[in-house]
């Protein structure tokens, strides 16, 4: 009956001990993931704004390409 009684002690030590490490694990991922998908938005953020800038620089250049065509035929 006493080995009984220590087991099952035993057993919800390690199950306490067991849940609060998990939790404690969980914790330290979240705040890992949360890191990660913060540095994601930031990258996709500058992607965005690398695409906006390529498109306005095609626009320039067709503008400037432009203008010279019209230079040529009046110079």
Same mark, same amino acid.
């Given at each position: 009956m006493e080995?009984? /009684? %220590? $087991?099952? *002690? @035993?057993? #919800? #030590? @390690?199950? %306490?001990?067991?849940?609060?490490?998990?939790? &404690?694990?969980r $914790?330290v991922m979240e705040? &890992?993931? !949360? $890191?990660?998908a913060?540095? /994601? $938005? &930031?990258?996709?953020?500058? *992607?965005?704004? @690398?695409?906006?800038?390529?498109?306005? #620089?095609a626009?320039?250049?067709n !503008? #400037?390409?432009s203008? &010279?065509?019209?230079? !040529?035929?009046?110079?």
């Amino acid at each position: 009956m006493e080995s009984i /009684v %220590v $087991a099952i *002690i @035993t057993g #919800v #030590v @390690t199950l %306490v001990g067991v849940i609060m490490s998990n939790s &404690k694990s969980r $914790a330290v991922m979240e705040c &890992k993931i !949360d $890191a990660l998908a913060e540095k /994601v $938005a &930031k990258h996709n953020q500058l *992607i965005e704004r @690398t695409y906006e800038l390529e498109r306005s #620089v095609a626009v320039l250049r067709n !503008d #400037v390409e432009s203008l &010279k065509g019209k230079a !040529d035929r009046n110079g």
